[in-house]
C-alpha cells in the first residue's frame, strides 16, 4: 500500500468479508505483521485495517516482578491522532495473551453478537478477517444504533475518531479484552456507503470517575516510566499497574488555549488541577461540543470537565510518561 498522503482524501472501500465460522483461533504474532508492514504504513489521515491492526496489536508485554509493555513501530504510532480506517466488520471477539506476544481471539457471547456496555458505548471490531487482529473502536451513547450494527456484520466499514492510547485492558488480566489501543471516541461511520456522524458526548453518569477514586491515578501516574530506543524504534513502559480509568470529571483551570482555527488539528490547551498537580495537555476534537466550549471560554478559565485520559506517545519519544486529556464536555465554573 502506497503511503497515505497527509491531505484528507476519501478513503477506499473496502471489500466485503464474511465472518469466520471459527469460535477461537490462536491469532498470528502481529509483531511480525507489523514489522513486515513498517515500509508501507502511512503517518496520518486515510489507513485500512490490514496495515493498522498488526501495528495497534504489534505490542507485548511483561509479566515479572515489575509488569512492562513493549511497544514497536512506536514513531509511525506516536504520529497518528485523528485518524480515518477502512475495512470489515466484524463479530466481536476478544483478546487474551497467551504469552508475552502471542494472542488467542474467540469470539464473543452469542456467537459475537454486539450488545451495549455499562456506560452507554458500544465497543466494535475493525478488521480483514475474523479472529485475526482488529482495531478496537468505542461509539459514544450508541443504543440507537446497535441495530445497525448487529445487521451488518460483514459489511464494508470506515471510521472516523480519535486514535487513543490507554493501559486499562493491556492483557495482565485473565478476563481483559487486551488492547493498549482503540479509535475512541467514534467521530463518523460509513456502512456499505452510508455515512453517519456522531458528536462527542458526554457518558451515562455511574461510568464517569474521578482523579482520586476509585483508584489515586497520579499515584500511578508517578510510578510509570518510559524509555524509548531509536535503533529498534520502541517503547518500553514499566511501572504501571495494568488498569486505567475510562471517563474522568476534573475540576481545574483552563489556559494557553489554541483553536488551531486554520488546521484540521485537535484544539489544544493546558490544564492545572490541585487533583493532578502536573500541568497537562488538553484536546479538543475539530466540530465537537467540547471545542464550541472551549473556543466560548474566551480565555483562561476555571472549569470542570469530562475527560478521557490519553498516553501521549510523541512525549514518550522522548523518554517523558505523560498524560493528555482529550476534552468531553466544558462548563466554565
Given at each position: 500500500?502506497?503511503?497515505?498522503?497527509?491531505?484528507?482524501?476519501?478513503?477506499?472501500?473496502?471489500?466485503?468479508?464474511?465472518?469466520?465460522?471459527?469460535?477461537?483461533?490462536?491469532?498470528?504474532?502481529?509483531?511480525?505483521?507489523?514489522?513486515?508492514?513498517?515500509?508501507?504504513?502511512?503517518?496520518?489521515?486515510?489507513?485500512?485495517?490490514?496495515?493498522?491492526?498488526?501495528?495497534?496489536?504489534?505490542?507485548?508485554?511483561?509479566?515479572?516482578?515489575?509488569?512492562?509493555?513493549?511497544v514497536p513501530n512506536a514513531s509511525q504510532l506516536a504520529t497518528l491522532q485523528d485518524v480515518t480506517v477502512s475495512g470489515t466488520l466484524l463479530k466481536k471477539q476478544l483478546v487474551r495473551l497467551t504469552g508475552s506476544d502471542q494472542r488467542e481471539a474467540r469470539l464473543a457471547a452469542?456467537?459475537?453478537?454486539?450488545?451495549?456496555?455499562?456506560?452507554?458505548?458500544?465497543?466494535?471490531?475493525?478488521?480483514?478477517?475474523?479472529?485475526?487482529?482488529?482495531?478496537?473502536?468505542?461509539?459514544?451513547?450508541?443504543?440507537?444504533?446497535?441495530?445497525?450494527?448487529?445487521?451488518?456484520?460483514?459489511?464494508?466499514?470506515?471510521?472516523?475518531?480519535?486514535?487513543?492510547?490507554?493501559?486499562?485492558?493491556?492483557?495482565?488480566?485473565?478476563?481483559?479484552?487486551?488492547?493498549?489501543?482503540?479509535?475512541?471516541?467514534?467521530?463518523?461511520?460509513?456502512?456499505?456507503?452510508?455515512?453517519?456522524?456522531?458528536?462527542?458526548?458526554?457518558?451515562?453518569?455511574?461510568?464517569?470517575?474521578?482523579?482520586?477514586?476509585?483508584?489515586?491515578?497520579?499515584?500511578?501516574?508517578?510510578?510509570?516510566?518510559?524509555?524509548?530506543?531509536?535503533?529498534?524504534?520502541?517503547?518500553?513502559?514499566?511501572?504501571?499497574?495494568?488498569?486505567?480509568?475510562?471517563?474522568?470529571?476534573?475540576?481545574?483551570?483552563?489556559?494557553?488555549?489554541?483553536?488551531?482555527?486554520?488546521?484540521?488539528?485537535?484544539?489544544?490547551?493546558?490544564?492545572?488541577?490541585?487533583?493532578?498537580?502536573?500541568?497537562?495537555?488538553?484536546?479538543?476534537?475539530?466540530?465537537?461540543?467540547?471545542?464550541?466550549?472551549?473556543?466560548?471560554?474566551?480565555?483562561?478559565?476555571?472549569?470542570?470537565?469530562?475527560?478521557?485520559?490519553?498516553?501521549?506517545?510523541?512525549?514518550?519519544?522522548?523518554?517523558?510518561?505523560?498524560?493528555?486529556?482529550?476534552?468531553?464536555?466544558?462548563?466554565?465554573?
Amino acid at each position: 500500500m502506497a503511503r497515505a498522503k497527509q491531505a484528507r482524501k476519501k478513503p477506499p472501500k473496502a471489500t466485503k468479508a464474511s465472518a469466520g465460522k471459527q469460535s477461537r483461533k490462536k491469532a498470528p504474532k502481529a509483531g511480525k505483521a507489523a514489522t513486515a508492514a513498517h515500509a508501507d504504513s502511512p503517518t496520518s489521515g486515510v489507513l485500512t485495517a490490514d496495515v493498522l491492526a498488526p501495528l495497534v496489536n504489534g505490542y507485548s508485554v511483561g509479566r515479572g516482578s515489575e509488569k512492562s509493555i513493549i511497544v514497536p513501530n512506536a514513531s509511525q504510532l506516536a504520529t497518528l491522532q485523528d485518524v480515518t480506517v477502512s475495512g470489515t466488520l466484524l463479530k466481536k471477539q476478544l483478546v487474551r495473551l497467551t504469552g508475552s506476544d502471542q494472542r488467542e481471539a474467540r469470539l464473543a457471547a452469542n456467537n459475537g453478537a454486539y450488545t451495549i456496555e455499562g456506560d452507554g458505548d458500544l465497543h466494535f471490531d475493525l478488521g480483514t478477517e475474523q479472529l485475526q487482529p482488529h482495531v478496537p473502536c468505542e461509539l459514544q451513547n450508541a443504543r440507537d444504533w446497535l441495530a445497525r450494527f448487529k445487521n451488518n456484520v460483514g459489511a464494508s466499514i470506515t471510521v472516523s475518531g480519535f486514535f487513543r492510547c490507554l493501559f486499562e485492558h493491556p492483557g495482565f488480566r485473565s478476563n481483559d479484552d487486551a488492547h493498549i489501543f482503540e479509535i475512541h471516541p467514534v467521530r463518523a461511520v460509513s456502512i456499505d456507503g452510508q455515512m453517519q456522524a456522531f458528536d462527542v458526548d458526554i457518558p451515562d453518569q455511574p461510568s464517569i470517575h474521578t482523579w482520586t477514586s476509585p483508584h489515586p491515578l497520579q499515584d500511578q501516574d508517578n510510578r510509570t516510566q518510559v524509555q524509548y530506543d531509536s535503533g529498534s524504534d520502541t517503547l518500553t513502559f514499566t511501572g504501571m499497574d495494568g488498569q486505567d480509568e475510562n471517563y474522568v470529571s476534573v475540576t481545574g483551570r483552563i489556559s494557553g488555549i489554541d483553536l488551531k482555527q486554520d488546521s484540521d488539528a485537535p484544539a489544544t490547551f493546558t490544564f492545572d488541577s490541585q487533583d493532578i498537580g502536573t500541568p497537562l495537555q488538553g484536546l479538543c476534537l475539530k466540530g465537537t461540543s467540547a471545542a464550541q466550549q472551549l473556543a466560548a471560554l474566551g480565555g483562561d478559565t476555571n472549569v470542570q470537565m469530562i475527560v478521557l485520559r490519553n498516553i501521549d506517545l510523541s512525549q514518550a519519544l522522548n523518554n517523558v510518561y505523560a498524560i493528555n486529556l482529550l476534552a468531553i464536555d466544558i462548563k466554565a465554573q
